[in-house]
Structures are given as C-alpha cells and as structure tokens.
Nanobody, 128 residues
Framework: QVQLVESGGGLVQPGGSLRLSCAAS????????IGWFRQAPGKEPEGVSCISSSERSTYYVDSVKGRFTISRDNAKNTVYLQMNSLKPEDTAVYYCATHETSKCAETDYRSPRRYHYWGQGTQVTVSS
C-alpha cells in the first residue's frame, strides 16, 4: 500500500523550532521530487518547499526562506522539513507529497496539481 506519513508537528512558541518528517511506505521516494504544503484554516493550500530526487535543487516560498530547510534521506525513505524561528503565521496543517517528476521547478513546485501521493498532514501550531 502506497502511503506517506507526516509526523513531528505540535505546539511551539514563537521563535521555536520543529522538524517535520515525511516517511514513505509501499514505494521508494528515490525517484520523486518531494514537496511540502501547508493549509491554514479558511485558506487555500500553499506550497512551502520542494526538493528534487538528487537533492540538487531546493525551493522555498519567500515567507520561509532562511528559516526552513528541506532535506531527504533516501536510505530511510524519508524527507524532512526543519522549521526554525517559527511565527504564528506558520500555523497550519503541513502535508508532504510526491511530485510527478524527479525534479522541482521554480515555476511549478507550488502547484498541487503537479503532485500525486499525499500524506494525511500534521498540525503545526505556533502560539504563546
């Protein structure tokens, strides 16, 4: 069974850090670029970051640049999103997804239509 499972979310104070994990089962992530999206209540899903299968390309939405870092460990079939200096506006459900190709492109990595398999999401709440 093909499955993506996110974990690592939780409640954190502003300025704090979290590391999200996206673990795959039933298939290998090796050949896919992987994206992270988030959706806040009442808002459309927002593409946050993407990493190519080779790790040579990474992209970040402007609002998280310098604070978030995407990485992957293909041996563990897992992708990570390290989130530092968290802000209340980062509060959302975070999802990982497999891109339809092995490479992200700056022109399309934020489009949900370019992704196939999705996880169930993990809640991140930034609040004092």
């Amino acid at each position: 069974q093909v499955q993506l499972v996110e974990s690592g979310g939780g409640l954190v104070q502003p300025g704090g850090s979290l590391r999200l994990s996206c673990a795959a089962s039933g298939f290998s992530l090796d050949y896919y670029a992987i994206g992270w999206f988030r959706q806040a209540p009442g808002k459309e899903p927002e593409g946050v970051s993407c990493i190519s299968s080779s790790e040579r390309s990474t992209y970040y939405v402007d609002s998280v640049k310098g604070r978030f870092t995407i990485s992957r460990d293909n041996a563990k079939n897992t992708v990570y999103l390290q989130m530092n200096s968290l802000k209340p506006e980062d509060t959302a459900v975070y999802y990982c997804a497999t891109h339809e190709t092995s490479k992200c492109a700056e022109t399309d990595y934020r489009s949900p239509r370019r992704y196939h398999y999705w996880g169930q999401g993990t809640q991140v709440t930034v609040s004092s």
